[in-house]
């Protein structure tokens, strides 16, 4: 079964819709957080907030990131030879990019969990519509 998914869907989840979505987005966004928080039922029993909580620690991890980068020069350029700060920085463009697509992709599969979302009220409920 074949399914649109926009660019930057996660590969390890499925789309939404079909039978093992939310295991394999449940699955895929344990392994972004700290592992403390598999201890916490309540992110396994409402993969939203789950998706939520990966979207915070990994857009933390972003601007954490963003600040090393910054900060690297003067920070390093005593105690670490120009060529090693170069590649510290090289490390951290590398590390931004794939941070960001990942904080993107949580973004998707976050937006898809919220179409499935049904709280009380049933006019709540929103079908995933991906947006390019």
């Known amino acids: 079964m074949s399914a ?3 660019p930057g869907w996660p590969s390890r989840v499925h789309p939404p819709g079909t039978d093992r979505f939310e295991d394999t987005a449940l ?3 344990l ?5 403390e928080y598999r201890r916490y ?3 396994r029993r409402y993969p939203i907030a789950l998706a939520r909580m990966a979207r915070h ?3 933390a991890s972003v601007e954490a990131a963003r600040e090393g980068f910054r900060t690297a020069r003067v920070d390093l350029g ?5 060529h ?3 590649s510290v920085l090289d490390t951290y ?3 931004g990019a794939r941070l960001v697509a990942l904080l993107q992709g949580i973004e998707l599969v976050e937006t898809a969990l919220r179409g499935l979302a049904e709280p009380d009220d049933p006019s709540h409920r929103r079908p995933f519509t991906p947006k390019l």
């Open 4 to 6: 649109y998914v926009p």
């Open 84 to 86: 090693g700060v170069e």
């Open 27 to 29: 699955a895929w966004l």
């Open 57 to 59: 620690h990994v857009a």
């Open 31 to 35: 392994e972004l957080v700290p592992p």
């Open 41 to 43: 039922g309540v992110l």
């Open 93 to 95: 463009r590398r590390e």
């Open 78 to 82: 005593d105690v670490v030879p120009p």
